[in-house]
């Protein structure tokens, strides 16, 4: 009974280091390591800015007045998840450029997502990096610019249209916008003008 009784003390010791004492040592540490970077208080501290989050009609104010306080970088903690928020192009890039392992949430999306660039890191990222980013540069997508602006023009056009046909009905905003994100598609990759936009194109079916 004894012998039962300590492999019982010893798994609640275990349970207890595993998964109270080792995570809470790490949001410690991770928490020390981000002290650098700018903040807005006071916050509270068990929950952070989770109190200041979520009041009804001051949320938007709030983010604003921080955005014109941080012009490139600032941290909120949501209970034990501290959140660093990204503003400037330039700080943006530092992040972007760097091969430093992921999350292990990217983990979780291996299975189904594959080894690709969003799951990779090291000198694999890097590599497919490198290769994707001349295919993206700014050079080659700014002839894209007068279909991208085109598409938006016809999905604009359709509103009014039917604003004006049906005395503002309500418009199923997602339908819109894939109809106008397959309009550009076959307007960027196949140089094809479906018209989709203007004609009654069930886009659940045909996407």
């Not at 998964?19 to 650098?36: E, G, M, Q, S, T």
């Not at 503003?87 to 992040?95: A, C, D, G, N």
Request: proline share 3%; glycine share 6%; charged share 20%.
């Amino acid at each position: 009974m004894e012998v039962i009784i300590q492999l019982v003390l010893a798994f609640v010791f275990w349970a207890i280091v595993r998964y109270c004492v080792f995570p809470l040592a790490w949001r410690i540490k991770n928490h020390w390591d981000v002290r650098c970077i700018p903040t807005d208080g006071p916050y509270n501290w068990l929950d952070g800015h989770l109190s200041l989050i979520g009041k009804r009609g001051t949320d938007v104010q709030r983010w604003t007045n921080w955005l014109k306080s941080h012009r490139r970088i600032f941290r909120t903690r949501l209970l034990y998840l501290t959140e660093i928020n990204l503003l400037h192009p330039e700080t943006v890039s530092v992040v972007l450029k760097t091969a430093s392992p992921k999350n292990q949430i990217y983990s979780w999306l291996g299975a189904w997502l594959g080894d690709g660039l969003l799951i990779s890191s090291g000198k694999k990222w890097s590599r497919d990096r490198r290769l994707l980013t001349n295919g993206f540069h700014f050079g080659i997508l700014r002839g894209y610019h007068p279909v991208y602006q085109e598409g938006v023009d016809a999905m604009m056009t359709s509103w009014l249209k039917q604003e004006s046909q049906d005395g503002g009905r309500v418009v199923d905003l997602s339908q819109c916008c894939k109809l106008m994100t397959l309009d550009v598609i076959l307007r960027c990759i196949m140089s094809f003008n479906s018209h989709c936009q203007e004609s009654s194109v069930d886009t659940e079916s045909d996407m």
